[in-house]
Nanobody
Framework: QVQIVESGGGLVQPGGSLRLSCAAS????????MGWYRQAPGKERELVAR???????DYADSVKGRFTISRDNAKNTVYLQMNSLKPEDTAVYYC?????????WGQGTQVTVSS
């Protein structure tokens, strides 16, 4: 079992920045993927960014060049730096952790981009 704690969401104006954090409990061994998904009202949950144990990364096309994912393996923590935020980035952001082939989700943190 993996416990996930997310933080860093909030309200920001267009063009602003936010940093999301996600800490996973337990040993870092066996964690293969850490990442972020988001779900806007009336839409399906979608991948934002993910990072693999070896350092490889995936990003949604809509966030490339604006968002950066990073990982601190010693702390079992993944970060999402979000810059140049747009209203269409408004969503609930969910942390995802895969360990031993099993996926675990955080409770979600709201990000609202509005003037």
């Amino acid at each position: 079992q993996v416990q996930i704690v997310e933080s860093g969401g909030g309200l920001v104006q267009p063009g602003g920045s936010l940093r999301l954090s996600c800490a996973a409990s337990g040993s870092r061994f066996g964690i293969s993927i850490m990442g972020w998904y988001r779900q806007a009202p009336g839409k399906e949950r979608e991948l934002v960014a993910r990072i693999f144990t070896g350092g490889g990364q995936d990003y949604a096309d809509s966030v490339k060049g604006r968002f950066t994912i990073s990982r601190d393996n010693a702390k079992n923590t993944v970060y999402l730096q979000m810059n140049s935020l747009k209203p269409e980035d408004t969503a609930v952001y969910y942390c995802y952790v895969q360990r031993g082939g099993i996926g675990y989700w955080g409770q979600g943190t709201q990000v609202t981009v509005s003037s």
